[in-house]
């Protein structure tokens, strides 16, 4: 990775179009807003996504990926977003909760996409 004082990871991260699907959850976990996007990158721990909404740092979303023939939901938590025109923006997302047997399949999707990404 490099040096650099404005990269805000410490994780290795891929760079994987993939579309997903979310839900904006509420301080209680209700939802109260749902869309979709679309990942610029992931990482062993979190990733960025682009939408057509701008999302507070803070926000709490429930994401469900597709992964090959797998989806995987996870809760993950808005770090840090930016405008990248009128109408997109693009967030750092930091998982939070999968639940186990989704957190296995996601570590070995996400390894898997490392070694073929090397090779």
Partial sequence: ???NS???RRDDR???LKFLDYEVLDRDGRVCGRGLARTLN???NGLRLE???FFDPGTRLRITLG???DLVQ???QVMHAEPVDDDLSSAGVMFLEFAEKE???YSRHFEEMKKALAD
Avoid: H, K, P
């Fill in 1 to 3: 990775m490099q040096d």
């Fill in 6 to 8: 404005f990269e805000r």
């Fill in 14 to 16: 891929r760079y994987a």
């Fill in 42 to 44: 992931v990482s062993e």
């Fill in 51 to 53: 939408a057509g909404e």
């Fill in 67 to 69: 992964l090959e023939s």
């Fill in 74 to 76: 996870a809760i993950g």
């Fill in 103 to 105: 957190r296995s399949l």
